[in-house]
Nanobody
């Protein structure tokens, strides 16, 4: 079992930045691939970014490419999502998830955090 806790969400103006963290406990984070997803009200959960076990391979949704950066610090058992040039359409609850496979599909991830709200005002 892995427990994940996100932090760092909040309210920011358009063009601003936020940095999300995902702290893992229970098992070593380096065992898993990690991803970030988000869900806006009335919409399905969507893929944001992913990073493999070692941190050497990353992938991004087109909507965030060039603005968001995913990273991880395995010794600290923590993953990160740096979000720059935020837009109102980035407003959502952001979730981190870990699993055995590198994927952009939510059902490929076994463990999820509780989510953290990100609100971008125009």
């Amino acid at each position: 079992q892995v427990q994940l806790v996100e932090s760092g969400g909040g309210l920011v103006q358009a063009g601003g930045s936020l940095s999300l963290s995902c702290a893992a406990s229970g098992r070593t984070l380096s065992r898993y691939n990690m991803a970030w997803f988000r869900q806006a009200p009335g919409k399905e959960r969507e893929f944001v970014a992913a990073i493999n076990r070692s941190g050497g391979v990353t992938s991004y949704a087109d909507s965030v490419k060039g603005r968001f950066t995913v990273s991880r610090d395995n010794p600290k058992n923590t993953g990160y999502l740096q979000m720059n040039s935020l837009k109102p359409e980035d407003t959502a609850v952001y979730y981190c998830a870990v699993g055995q496979y590198e994927s952009s599909r939510p059902n490929e991830y076994s463990y999820w955090g509780q989510g953290t709200q990100v609100t971008v005002s125009s």
